[in-house]
Nanobody, 126 residues
Framework: VQLQAFGGGLVQAGGSLRLSCAAS????????MAWFRQAPGKEREFVSA????????GYADSVKGRFIISRDNAKNSVFLQMNILKPEDTAVYYC????????????????????WGQGTLVTVSS
């Protein structure tokens, strides 16, 4: 599967953005999906993940209550709604996917995902 993330941009603190990740290929509904981000000079970090069924989701503590992950298997897409953005959310955001058997599985570890998109830059100004 190939993944393409888009929707990044420049936004003021307190604003919102919605990232999308479109997947090509078949059987998207077999993939657990996740978002990671990497700020300049920092390690890549987990943001959010969703199981293949959409029934299980996880969030990093830093975004819990502000970000919402969702997916539309009919449209081969996963989304990240980002609200109340802060300057510290500034980073390149990557979507990642892994073909799994369990309908409830997801991982917070980057190494658990084989497929990665190219990243989309989110800049939050203060």
């Amino acid at each position: 599967v190939q993944l393409q993330a888009f929707g990044g941009g420049l936004v003021q603190a307190g604003g919102s953005l919605r990232l999308s990740c479109a997947a090509s290929g078949r059987a998207f509904s077999s993939y657990a999906m996740a978002w990671f981000r990497q700020a300049p000079g920092k390690e890549r970090e987990f943001v959010s993940a969703i199981s293949r069924s959409g029934g299980s989701t996880g969030y990093a503590d830093s975004v819990k209550g502000r970000f919402i992950i969702s997916r539309d298997n009919a449209k081969n897409s996963v989304f990240l709604q980002m609200n109340i953005l802060k300057p510290e959310d500034t980073a390149v955001y990557y979507c990642a996917g892994q073909n799994v058997a369990s309908s409830r599985w997801y991982s917070t570890l980057a190494g658990s995902y084989y497929y990665w998109g190219q990243g989309t830059l989110v800049t939050v100004s203060s």
